[in-house]
């Protein structure tokens, strides 16, 4: 009888709606949970037409959160809860420090194309602690100079020293990222980045000083590559194939060199988060983004191209794309090219204090 | 009658809790984590809970950070100068020339850019005031300049970002001021033999000074803690306060310094808050 009543049949429904929506809810986090993979990746993962093949193929999302700089992500995953994150890109040069940290996991190393990588990208002395392997190569390129061929001498890029020169000012961008400009700057002092230093820093402030005052601006990834594609600025210092290769059919005046000192290289690595909870799926991201198919997608995506790692994405790119991406002089720049600075935690928080007074000047 | 005031003082708490509680959650704790913070230090890469006043220090120590204050203070103020000088006549002439039935749509059009994202309005700028932008491109089709002025990634750019935002808010302030005001003010001052000069100075001007101040303290606050205007538009050429503190937590995770820099930050903003009352209240008495 009690039940009947108009009331406690309201009171019932409700109730029961409740936890319906309570269970509802619950059982799609839940599921929406099994199926999404979080990666913290630099803006070239962003591209749809590379993501998209891998989350039909295995009906999964993945959430992407694009950053600049190594700091930002350590600064991320500090502000993370562990199991947050699933996949990591990161710079070659960073990848002991984040092992050292406890950050990546470790990958089974036979399923990794790692014979296919271009030896230099190998990098075992950065990938591997212990015999054990904790990241992959997955795209490199360089920090040197891109300019605008019918603005400047082209002659004139061939020696790094230009980049501080009055010659071109208020016409230079810097690409804001203090471990490549600075490796540049050392080596334009004729010094190898990897000996970089604390002895070394004040040099390279004087220097810093004097590109600041003859640049036009300091930009991210985007600010830069706009500057020299609006014609704001004629070089980019810190630029490379990532910024002019995907320019040159609109713009053709567009280019980049290595000058005589050589220039900066630089590397992205893929590992699996130690705290993740899904490493089967992530392994498998990772192992798409190696495949050739995914290592031609990653090399020509909407935020920056670059050189694939894998030596046999070759054969999924077109002959314009290559030449873009100037494959058949792989070999020579590779010879020219320095790899990033990688500075200890301390020497790393003095270079930070220079770039931001170089940024104040 | 105890139960009735106690049974009122019960309500007026009930009536203020969900304000008080809010506000304790998300104003004062946030704060007091981010006070205590302040005094760790990171050390090694690693956050350590220290209890030292060493990050106060090396603000004051080292000398792009102490920059950093200044340019910001020195931004700040021009904007809201600058804010000022152009908002009055606009308020004035909406206020006083603008017949009534077109006043609320001259309002409307003043806080048009509102109704744009604050970035894309500061992507706008860049593009105007770029070397091939409208300014440049109208400057040399006319004959004015020969070279393109340097406008886009400068103090300038920053400043005229942020004076077109601040510009739409102080009218609002002043516009409200003027209105109460009414026509009798004016018609006395002129009767008594005062000319126009002399009754915006003598009469206008002091009676809608409140409005004024409201409206510049507004811009104070507002200028001093952003950090999208002079990022997209400044080009990196200079670092206000908010850009260090960003570069303190986005690239070196150094959230101690980070918290320390925007305890100063607020430290400047609340000592504007106390100008800013004190005169008000000195005015009202």
């Known amino acids: 009888m009690k039940d009947r009543k108009p009331n406690n049949i309201v009171k019932r429904g409700l109730r029961a709606s409740a936890l319906a929506l309570l269970a509802g809810g619950l059982m799609s986090t839940m599921a929406s949970a099994a199926d999404e993979l979080n990666a913290l990746v630099w803006c070239d993962h962003t591209d749809p037409g590379l993501i998209k093949p891998f989350e039909d193929k295995h ?29 990591f890109v990161v710079d070659g040069i960073d990848v002991p420090r984040v092992v050292d940290a406890g950050i990546l996991a470790p990958l089974p190393a036979d399923k990794l194309p790692t014979g296919d990588l271009f030896p230099e990208l190998v ?15 997955e795209k490199f390129g360089y920090n040197t100079i891109s300019y605008n061929k ?31 400009v600075m490796g540049m700057v050392q080596m334009g002092l004729g010094k190898k980045t990897a000996g970089l230093n604390a002895g070394d820093l004040g040099a390279i402030k004087d220097k810093l000083f004097k590109m600041k005052s003859v640049s036009k601006l300091v930009g991210d990834v985007v600010a830069s590559q706009t500057a020299i594609a609006t014609g704001e600025v004629d070089i980019l210092v810190g630029g490379g194939e990532w910024v002019t290769a995907a320019l040159t059919e609109e713009n053709p005046a567009l280019d980049w060199t290595i000058p005589e000192q050589g220039g900066v290289r630089w590397s992205q690595s ?17 192992q798409y983004i190696l ?15 670059a050189m694939p790692a894998n030596s046999k994405a070759g054969s999924h790119l077109t002959d314009k794309q290559k030449a873009a991406l100037r494959w058949s002089e792989q070999k020579a720049y590779l010879a020219r090219a320095q790899l990033y600075p990688a500075p200890s935690t301390e020497l790393d928080a003095k270079m930070q204090d220079v770039w931001t007074e170089f940024l104040q000047q | 009658m105890m139960d009735a005031a106690r049974r009122e003082t019960v309500k007026g708490w009930s009536f203020i809790a969900p304000t008080l509680l809010w506000t304790v959650a998300f104003f004062v704790v946030p704060f007091a984590i981010m006070a205590v913070m302040s005094l760790w230090k990171r050390i090694g890469g690693k956050i350590v809970q220290t209890w030292s006043l060493d990050n106060y220090v090396a603000f004051f120590g080292k000398s792009h950070l102490l920059k950093a204050m200044l340019n910001s203070l020195e931004v700040t103020v021009l904007v809201t100068l600058i804010s000022i000088l152009l908002a009055y006549p606009l308020a004035w002439i909406i206020a006083e020339r603008v017949p009534q039935r077109w006043q609320r749509l001259a309002l409307i059009l003043a806080i048009l850019p509102f109704w744009t994202s604050y970035v894309v309005r500061s992507y706008a700028w860049l593009l105007v005031l770029a070397r091939n932008g409208v300014i440049n491109q109208a400057l040399l089709g006319i004959g004015i300049i020969d070279e393109p002025l340097e406008l886009a990634s400068t103090r300038t750019a920053t400043v005229i970002g942020f004076v077109h935002f601040f510009v739409m808010l102080l009218t609002l302030t002043i516009y409200a001021n003027l209105v109460q005001l009414g026509p009798n003010y004016r018609r006395a001052a002129a009767d008594l033999g005062a ?91």
């Open chain 1, 59 to 87: 009906g999964v999302k993945i959430n992407l959160k694009d950053y600049e700089g190594t700091g930002t992500a350590l600064s991320l995953i500090e502000q993370s809860q562990p199991g947050d994150w699933d996949v």
């Open chain 1, 150 to 180: 019918e603005k400047v001498d082209p002659a004139d890029m061939n020696d790094m020293s230009v980049i501080w020169s009055d010659k071109y000012k208020g016409r230079i961008a810097v690409y804001d990222y203090y471990l490549p």
């Open chain 1, 291 to 305: 495949s050739p198919e995914g290592q031609a997608r990653l090399a020509t995506s909407s935020c920056y191209w």
């Open chain 1, 123 to 137: 990098m075992a002395e950065n990938h591997t602690r212990d015999g054990k392997v904790y990241a992959i190569s």
């Open chain 2, 195 to 285: 000319n126009g000069l002399q009754v915006f100075w003598y009469v206008l001007l002091p009676l809608t000074l409140p409005g004024i101040m409201v409206g510049a303290f507004l811009t104070f606050v507002l200028c001093i803690g952003d950090y999208i205007t002079p990022q997209i538009l400044g080009g990196n050429n200079e670092l206000l306060l908010p850009q260090v503190i960003m570069l303190q937590i986005g690239r070196r995770a150094d959230l101690p310094t980070a918290a320390a820099l925007s305890i100063l930050l607020m430290a400047v903003v609340t000592l504007a808050y106390v100008l800013c009352a004190r005169w008000l209240r000195l005015e009202r008495a």
């Open chain 1, 270 to 286: 893929i590992g699996v988060f130690a705290d993740s909870k899904k490493k089967d799926l992530a392994l498998k991201f990772v």
